[in-house]
């Protein structure tokens, strides 16, 4: 039977072959300090969104979209969206994010976001003005800050 004798290893010592988190060695800059105040959320929301009791935030569009849609059984309606209510994003939100090629990241968060099926996000999307999807983007960045 064999002993593994380990040394101890002094903190001054300073090993250069090492990731350089562990060459950082122990000391008070090593201290997390939970005491300290939360920052605060620097994400400022636009005037025109309203905070919802339940924290989502909705934005009111500033200009209507009116979208058509087919449903499963062939017939087409018409919708107009003129507001997106968004909720935070989870980790399986954020994990379907990622699976996504680049070129879709945006529309898989909005749909995720809004609660809204990936095409509807596309074709909102599409049309929405430049001013609200500033806004949209605000709100996504302050519910997951």
Known sequence: MSRLTIAPVSDDVVDEGAPPAAAAGGGAADIVDESAAAPENKVELPRQVRRNEDGSLT??????????????????RQETVDSLTFRP??????????ETKASRQTIVSLALAAGISEPRAQRVFNEMLLSDVKAASACMEFLNE
């Open 59 to 76: 934005l009111p569009l500033r200009q209507a979209i009116a979208i058509q849609i087919r449903d499963s059984n062939g017939a087409v």
């Open 89 to 98: 994003l989870n980790g399986a939100a954020l994990l379907k994010i990622q």
